[in-house]
């Protein structure tokens, strides 16, 4: 029975605790209100905008889709109990134009301004998370620039046919870009996001591609009988790990790019799979 209580009480304790701790959180994320000026209201903008702000989690933004004026400093008093007031303005006559304004809530004080440009239309969802990301520095939390960053992927489109996509963290942008036959697991070839590799599973044997998605210049980098992925590639690209299926048995190697040779990594019975470089590149992990 001692025991017993004990332990609700320390469960007690540890959900005191956590309550606290929540409330401590939300209280220091900063009110926020988004006033549109644009001449033709955009309502995926703003979700993508108020998605961008949550999921940072450095903000309570009001969902209420205020109009205004993004030139004019003057705030509706409902809006006095924020902490900032974002105004924007976006225009697609010709490509992607916006501008943001963070006003101080309290006394209209300007903290940020910003113009952003893009020549497409599609686009559109990077110059929220753009200009999300850059309010969120002008502020000191802590960094996330990551949602500018573009997500690949593969899908199945029919039976042997798949095709590999760009995208937005949100998935509001997709662009295909490989498709005919069984292409799949693309991997970033560099933390620029230039090039990537992917496993394409067309012809007798798999065959790991590498592709510049700006130029589309493709380079064949080594064929396999079997599974053929790349799992990982070092920090300066001149390594990467495969899973590769030579003899019927998945195993892991270490490719070299320069000299295009191949070292076996493990040799244990039963499938390995999925390496990844960790510990400054001195271990690999794998399942």
């Known amino acids: 029975m001692r025991i017993l209580l004990f332990i609700l009480v320390s469960l007690n304790l540890y959900a005191a605790d956590a309550t ?11 009110r926020i209100a988004l006033v549109d000026a644009s001449a033709v209201v955009n309502n995926t903008f703003f979700k993508i905008l108020l998605s961008d702000f949550k999921i940072s989690g ?19 008093p409902a809006l006095k109990s924020k902490e900032y007031v974002l ?7 010709t ?3 916006l501008i943001v304004r963070l006003l101080k809530a309290s006394d209209s004080t300007e903290v940020f301004r910003k113009r952003y440009a893009i020549p497409t239309k599609n686009k559109m969802p990077f110059l929220a998370h753009k200009a ?24 199945y489109t029919t039976p042997r046919h798949s095709e590999i996509l760009l995208a937005d963290y949100t998935f509001n942008y997709k662009k295909v870009i490989i498709q005919g036959g069984l292409n799949l697991f ?10 990537f590799y992917y496993s394409a599973y067309s012809g007798l044997m798999p065959v790991l591609y590498k592709i510049n998605i700006y130029t589309g210049a493709k380079q064949k980098i080594v064929t396999s009988e079997g599974m053929l992925v790349c799992s990982d590639v070092s920090k300066d690209g001149s390594k990467l790990l ?7 048995q998945a195993d892991i190697f ?8 191949k070292r076996r990594i493990t040799h244990f019975n039963g499938i390995d799979v999925n390496g990844k470089y960790v510990d400054d590149e001195s271990r690999i992990v794998f399942v």
């Open 20 to 30: 606290l701790k929540i409330q401590k959180d939300v209280e220091q994320r900063a």
């Open 58 to 76: 450095h903000f309570l933004a009001d969902t209420t889709h205020h109009i205004g004026d993004v030139n004019s400093d003057y705030l509706l």
């Open 87 to 93: 105004k924007f303005a976006l225009s697609q006559q």
């Open 95 to 97: 490509g992607t134009k």
């Open 132 to 155: 999300v990301s850059d309010i969120n520095n002008a502020l000191h939390f802590s960094d996330i620039s990551w949602m500018n960053r573009y997500v690949i992927f593969s899908r």
């Open 186 to 195: 693309p991997k970033w070839a560099d933390k620029e996001q230039k090039s």
């Open 242 to 248: 495969l899973t590769m299926a030579p003899h019927g």
């Open 254 to 261: 270490e490719f070299n790019v320069g000299s295009k040779s």
